[in-house]
Structure formats: C-alpha cells, structure tokens
C-alpha cells in the first residue's frame, strides 16, 4: 500500500472518483482501465476506513444529491463491507478484494439503476441488463484482462445469495465470503433513499436482517457490525436545545455534536448529557457536513486497535527450531511469555502418556513428551494459537481441515512411528497458518482434486483449501525465517517447490498425506500413476496393507484421535 494520509480532500476525491468508475462500462475504449481504476479505488476505500471510520459511518445516513442513487448505493456498500471487514478483524487485503466485489456490482448498469430507483420506466433491453448485469461484468473484467478469482466468484453467486439471505425457507449459503457482500447490498439498498420507497435506518436494516436470516455466520457478522457502530456511532441524530444535531464524535462520557440547519453545520458544542439517538437520512450538498468537519482535530479519533502479538509467537517458533535437541530449560525460556499456553501443553502432553496423568507443572509436561518431541510440540501449540486467533470467513472449515490432517497422522503412525507425530503435524499447522495469513482471499470451502498425469508437481496444500498452488518464493521466505532449521519443514517446502521425481523420502511421506486427505475430503479414489506409486510405498512403510484399511481404521478410530 502506498502513504496514505486521510483529509477532506482525499474522502470528497474517492467519492467523485467511484461516480465516474462507474460510468467506464458506457465507454469501451475505458475497458483496460477498469480494474487498476477499481483496486486503487478499493485500497483507498479501506485505507479511508482505518483512518477515519467516524467519517464512513456519517456517510451511511448522507445522500450526496450531486452524485445519483447509484454511486451512493455503491458508496455504502463499499463503507459496509470495509465496516463488516473489521469487525470481523479481517486483513486489509481481504476487504479490499470485497469491496472490490461491490464496487463491481453495478459498474455495467449505473444508468438502468438510477432509472428504475427514480421510478421511471424501463425498456425491455434496460431491463435484461440489469438481469444480467453481474455475467455483462464478468465478461467485461475478462476482457479488460481481471485476474479471475474471488471477485468473479462473488458476482456470480451475488444475485442467488441476496435473494436467499433471508426469508421463511432456510436455503444452506456454504459461500461466507459472497455473504459479507450479500450483506453489504441488503443493508445500503435499504438505507439508500429512493422515491416512492420506505428508508430504513442502520439499527432497523440490521436487526431485521439478523432476525430474518437463518445463516449463523450472517448473524454473527451482524453483530459484530452493531458493535462496530457502538463504538462509532457517528451520523445518528440528537435533539440538543430545540435543534438537530448529529453526532460527531464520542469519548467516554462525552460527545461532540454538529448543530444543524437546513442539513448545514451551523455549530459544533461538547456535552455530556443523556441524550436519545435517532437516524434520519440527510440529502446534502454542504462540503463542510459531508467531508470537512470530520477532520477538524475535536473529531477526528483513531480507531481502537488491539495488541497482537504475533510477531513474538512466531519468533519463538523460530527459536524452537533452532537445535534438534534443546534442553528444556530452553524451551521453557522461549515460552516463559506465553502463560496463556502453559493449560494448552499440559492437554496435548496427556496422549504421550498412556496412563493419562495430568502434568503437574510445565516442566512436568515437558519431561512426559521427551526431548526429542518437545519442541515440536510447544511450535506446534503456539502456531495453532496463531491460527484459532487469525479471523477468516471460512475458519471453521479451515480448522476442521486442520483437524482432519492431525487424526491422518495419528492413525497413519498408530502401527509405527508414532513418535513422528509432532514432526509430521508441525509443518501443516505451520504451512496452513500460511495460507491464511496470504491467501486468505483465495480459501474456498471446495477441494481441488489433482487429476493431471503430466504435472510435474506433486498435489499442492492449496487444493484442499479450494485453490490450485501456493506462492512458492513467499512460502519458501516464511519456512526460511521461521524453520530453517527444521528437516520436516524443508522437506514439506520440497512438495510445494520441486518436480515429483526430485522428492526427498520425507517429502514423499507429506505428500502421501496430501493425497488421503484428499481422498477422504472428495472420495476421488482415481489417482494417477505416480500419486498411487507413493501412496502405496507410504501404506506399505507404516504396516498398512491397503488404503481400504487404512480408510476404515480412520472411521473406527477417530472418535478417539482429537488432538486437544
């Protein structure tokens, strides 16, 4: 991202410039332009967002009168799903790729919307655009040479999902990520004021969405948006003294209020009275209520942000893989910090004891897993506190993957090995926590089976995860920086990075898990020449004599093989 610093001019500049990317469609020479236009568009959207969320959330109840239904639909969508993104604590790329999607959804009908929002009527031609505007957009972004992904995905489920978000039947939604932009289009249609249409308010619009959806993961995104707005509760209208006034900023018990007069700021004043909120749509064309005022130095406030400490989880990874062997007081040193984990070690320690005794003490929990495992395992516990706390549309089905990976492995080695767990789990956790950190706008709930015989890679992570491979020099970077001296690691690089025929042993034996998690997550049995050759290799060195039993001793067994 580029320095950004946020001021009236940049806020009035990214408003004027989303009205005339939305009249690009009209002008095809303008076509390759579209999607530089619409990313720096988005980029700015979300930086806007992070610096000022006080201003966005006014904007939610203004219509700026010289801009048409259109541009202010598609501007509230964009604030919505930047709000929706950060309650939900989802990184900047994520959102931008979202309002992305939003800005798209009406960038080949501007005309044909303002038309029908303005109660005129429509030719037959106008409306079978605005049917078909989504699969016009699609085309258009494949002309003008748009990297296909998430952004043609959510356009192309955005119409089914806005119509089934809510209503008597509960229609299963399994796209989290098309669902936050569902929710976005729900909510700015209905704030959005129209002729001849009821305007809702925020609180309304979402609270009869949450009440009318059946999908968890929409109300739970819903309230995370009220809260968002409790604690940005700019744009909601006061009466203070016998005037309008709105809201302008909030700090602890007191509040900045702008007086308003014929939808003009006449004043602003600081109070701390009690006062009873109410939003009113606003029509306006007044700079001063639309973008200067909410940068004046008794209003503008940074967002709250919290402490993460990531950084110093992932450098005690780091200095775990350090030694093969390290004595135990070095690891409790390098976890010494981390007191939160101490509960999570004793748990996991408990299935490398077979009376199941509880450790006592963190030494205690150490000394039961052995030295040669109990870096392993402490990498392991504090990558997966990484990945539970990394916030993804799709973290429970990422965690269940996860958790699908661990109980292969546990049954894989119950024959032989099992002392390789940790150093067989380790490189996934750490490889997954990857994915998620970037290639969160990648994830999808689907599995990509690999079927090509002519590929010269073996199956990549990414499949399971919905997408065809991995960033393989930011993916080597990663394991470099935080396990350059782990064996496993490195070999777990080589299934991502090398030709088939190059693979180390170990390498082979990450890849045999690739494929059974593959085959338990799709039921594809059909593998290729080679995929089988190794498999059956794998089976073969840990006492499995076929995959069938293999498959079955999972279903027997694995009721009993959470990892805790």
């Given at each position: 991202?580029?320095?950004?610093?946020?001021?009236?001019?940049?806020?009035?500049?990214?408003?004027?410039?989303?009205?005339?990317?939305?009249?690009?469609?009209?002008?095809?020479?303008?076509?390759?332009?579209?999607?530089?236009?619409?990313?720096?568009?988005?980029?700015?959207?979300?930086?806007?967002?992070?610096?000022?969320?006080?201003?966005?959330?006014?904007?939610?109840?203004?219509?700026?009168?010289?801009?048409?239904?259109?541009?202010?639909?598609?501007?509230?969508?964009?604030?919505?799903?930047?709000?929706?993104?950060?309650?939900?604590?989802?990184?900047?790329?994520?959102?931008?790729?979202?309002?992305?999607?939003?800005?798209?959804?009406?960038?080949?009908?501007?005309?044909?919307?303002?038309?029908?929002?303005?109660?005129?009527p429509l030719t037959a031609q106008e409306q079978k655009l605005l049917k078909l505007r989504h699969q016009i957009a699609i085309k258009m972004l494949k002309s003008a040479k748009v990297p296909s992904g998430q952004l043609q995905r959510v356009l192309a489920r955005l119409d089914k999902y806005t119509a089934a978000i809510t209503g008597?039947?509960?229609?299963?939604?399994?796209?989290?990520?098309?669902?936050?932009?569902?929710?976005?289009?729900?909510?700015?249609?209905?704030?959005?004021?129209?002729?001849?249409?009821?305007?809702?308010?925020?609180?309304?619009?979402?609270?009869?969405?949450?009440?009318?959806?059946?999908?968890?993961?929409?109300?739970?995104?819903?309230?995370?948006?009220?809260?968002?707005?409790?604690?940005?509760?700019?744009?909601?209208?006061?009466?203070?003294?016998?005037?309008?006034?709105?809201?302008?900023?909030?700090?602890?018990?007191?509040?900045?209020?702008?007086?308003?007069?014929?939808?003009?700021?006449?004043?602003?004043?600081?109070?701390?009275?009690?006062?009873?909120?109410?939003?009113?749509?606003?029509?306006?064309?007044?700079?001063?209520?639309?973008?200067?005022?909410?940068?004046?130095?008794?209003?503008?406030?940074?967002?709250?942000?919290?402490?993460?400490?990531?950084?110093?989880?992932?450098?005690?990874?780091?200095?775990?893989?350090?030694?093969?062997?390290?004595?135990?007081?070095?690891?409790?040193?390098?976890?010494?910090?981390?007191?939160?984990?101490?509960?999570?070690?004793?748990?996991?320690?408990?299935?490398?004891?077979?009376?199941?005794?509880?450790?006592?003490?963190?030494?205690?929990?150490?000394?039961?897993?052995?030295?040669?495992?109990?870096?392993?395992?402490?990498?392991?516990?504090?990558?997966?506190?990484?990945?539970?706390?990394?916030?993804?549309?799709?973290?429970?089905?990422?965690?269940?993957?996860?958790?699908?990976?661990?109980?292969?492995?546990?049954?894989?080695?119950?024959?032989?090995?099992?002392?390789?767990?940790?150093?067989?789990?380790?490189?996934?956790?750490?490889?997954?926590?990857?994915?998620?950190?970037?290639?969160?706008?990648?994830?999808?709930?689907?599995?990509?089976?690999?079927?090509?015989?002519?590929?010269?890679?073996?199956?990549?992570?990414?499949?399971?995860?919905?997408?065809?491979?991995?960033?393989?020099?930011?993916?080597?970077?990663?394991?470099?920086?935080?396990?350059?001296?782990?064996?496993?690691?490195?070999?777990?690089?080589?299934?991502?990075?090398?030709?088939?025929?190059?693979?180390?042993?170990?390498?082979?034996?990450?890849?045999?898990?690739?494929?059974?998690?593959?085959?338990?997550?799709?039921?594809?049995?059909?593998?290729?020449?080679?995929?089988?050759?190794?498999?059956?290799?794998?089976?073969?060195?840990?006492?499995?004599?076929?995959?069938?039993?293999?498959?079955?001793?999972?279903?027997?067994?694995?009721?009993?093989?959470?990892?805790?």
């Amino acid at each position: 991202m580029y320095e950004f610093e946020a001021s009236p001019k940049q806020l009035k500049r990214l408003f004027d410039h989303t009205h005339q990317a939305l009249r690009l469609y009209y002008n095809k020479e303008k076509w390759p332009a579209i999607y530089p236009t619409l990313t720096q568009l988005a980029e700015r959207f979300v930086l806007m967002y992070n610096h000022t969320p006080n201003a966005l959330h006014a904007h939610l109840q203004f219509y700026v009168a010289d801009h048409g239904y259109t541009t202010n639909l598609v501007v509230n969508q964009c604030i919505v799903i930047c709000a929706l993104c950060h309650a939900n604590g989802y990184s900047s790329q994520f959102t931008e790729e979202l309002v992305l999607a939003c800005l798209s959804d009406h960038i080949c009908s501007t005309n044909e919307t303002n038309r029908l929002a303005s109660a005129k009527p429509l030719t037959a031609q106008e409306q079978k655009l605005l049917k078909l505007r989504h699969q016009i957009a699609i085309k258009m972004l494949k002309s003008a040479k748009v990297p296909s992904g998430q952004l043609q995905r959510v356009l192309a489920r955005l119409d089914k999902y806005t119509a089934a978000i809510t209503g008597v039947k509960h229609i299963p939604l399994y796209d989290n990520t098309t669902v936050l932009v569902c929710l976005a289009k729900r909510i700015s249609k209905a704030i959005t004021p129209r002729p001849k249409v009821r305007t809702f308010n925020i609180t309304q619009t979402i609270k009869s969405l949450y009440v009318n959806t059946h999908n968890q993961f929409a109300q739970s995104s819903l309230i995370a948006l009220a809260q968002q707005f409790a604690h940005y509760p700019t744009g909601v209208m006061v009466n203070y003294k016998s005037n309008h006034a709105m809201v302008l900023a909030k700090a602890d018990k007191s509040i900045t209020l702008g007086i308003l007069k014929d939808n003009k700021v006449a004043g602003m004043v600081k109070t701390s009275k009690q006062l009873t909120p109410f939003y009113k749509p606003i029509i306006t064309t007044d700079k001063t209520l639309l973008y200067s005022i909410w940068f004046n130095d008794q209003v503008i406030e940074l967002p709250q942000r919290e402490h993460n400490n990531k950084d110093m989880i992932l450098e005690a990874v780091g200095k775990l893989g350090q030694e093969q062997y390290i004595e135990f007081k070095a690891i409790e040193k390098t976890i010494a910090p981390f007191t939160q984990l101490e509960q999570a070690l004793r748990h996991a320690a408990r299935q490398y004891n077979r009376q199941g005794q509880k450790a006592t003490t963190l030494r205690h929990c150490l000394t039961m897993v052995g030295l040669d495992t109990a870096g392993f395992l402490c990498q392991r516990v504090l990558l997966e506190t990484l990945l539970a706390e990394q916030p993804h549309p799709f973290s429970a089905d990422i965690w269940c993957k996860y958790t699908l990976i661990s109980k292969i492995i546990f049954v894989l080695l119950s024959k032989s090995k099992p002392e390789s767990f940790e150093a067989l789990l380790g490189p996934f956790t750490a490889v997954i926590y990857f994915i998620v950190l970037n290639h969160d706008s990648q994830i999808m709930r689907l599995v990509t089976p690999p079927s090509d015989d002519f590929s010269q890679t073996p199956v990549s992570l990414a499949c399971i995860f919905g997408f065809e491979q991995l960033d393989g020099p930011l993916l080597n970077e990663f394991v470099q920086d935080n396990f350059r001296f782990s064996k496993m690691h490195n070999a777990f690089t080589e299934t991502e990075l090398t030709e088939k025929q190059s693979l180390s042993v170990d390498a082979k034996l990450f890849s045999a898990i690739k494929l059974i998690t593959v085959i338990i997550l799709t039921g594809e049995s059909q593998l290729t020449a080679w995929q089988s050759q190794v498999l059956d290799s794998i089976l073969d060195e840990f006492n499995w004599q076929s995959r069938t039993q293999l498959l079955t001793a999972m279903l027997e067994q694995s009721p009993l093989c959470t990892i805790e």
